[in-house]
């Protein structure tokens, strides 16, 4: 997965440089390539940042003892 957006990174850093001025370059990396790729890191690390949820709330319900009524 990262070998890819590494790929599509270095594509639009390529495209950018291709522009006309250094601000429609900026303007064209951020769009085109930082931006897709951080929602889609973003959206493909959700299921491990449910799993290490789920994780840390099983290890505190073990910590905390329950109380004897």
Request: hydrophobic letters at 50%; aromatic letters at 14%.
């Amino acid at each position: 997965m990262y070998i890819i957006a590494i790929g599509w990174l270095y594509v639009t850093l390529l495209i950018a440089a291709n522009e006309r001025s250094v601000f429609l370059g900026i303007i064209s990396f951020v769009f085109y390539g930082l931006l897709p790729c951080g929602i889609l890191l973003w959206m493909s690390a959700s299921k491990v940042r449910r799993q290490r949820r789920a994780y840390r709330e099983m290890l505190a319900q073990k910590e905390t003892p329950e109380k004897p009524e």
